[in-house]
């Protein structure tokens, strides 16, 4: 079992960057995929990107593709989204989420067994 926190959200202007990291707690971070999700105000919560246990291979929403960066770092049990040229519509509550796939299985909520409490990310245009 894995619990994981979410850090780094805040309010940017559009253009500009913000890193989220997702710091995971427990066992075994090493063995789970993870995915960030997000939420906006009056929408259903999708997903925005996936990374595989092993860091390759990440899989991005279309609406991130180009902007959006995943990564993970094993050795801290943390997984980061880089994100830059930030848009109003980005403005979401960001969600990390874990659970134990050797690959990413797509964004369907049921997939994730963990789940952070999420972070605000504003974007002003």
């Known amino acids: 079992q894995v619990r994981v926190v979410e850090s780094g959200g805040g309010l940017v202007q559009a253009g500009g960057s913000l890193r989220l990291s997702c710091a995971a707690s427990?066992?075994?971070?090493?063995?789970?995929?993870m995915a960030w999700f997000r939420q906006a105000p009056g929408k259903e919560r999708e997903g925005v990107s996936c990374?595989?246990?092993?860091?390759?291979?990440?899989t991005y929403d279309d609406s991130v593709k180009g902007r959006f960066t995943i990564s993970r770092d094993n050795a801290k049990n943390t997984a980061y989204l880089q994100m830059n040229n930030l848009e109003p519509e980005d403005t979401a509550v960001y969600y990390c989420?874990?659970?134990?796939?050797?690959?990413?299985?797509?964004?369907?909520?049921?997939?994730?067994?963990?789940w952070g409490r999420g972070t605000q990310v504003t974007v002003s245009s």
């Open positions: 427990g066992r075994n971070f090493e063995a789970y995929a």
């Open positions: 989420a874990a659970d134990l796939h050797f690959f990413c299985p797509g964004y369907a909520l049921d997939e994730y067994n963990y």
């Open positions: 990374i595989n246990v092993k860091g390759d291979s990440p």
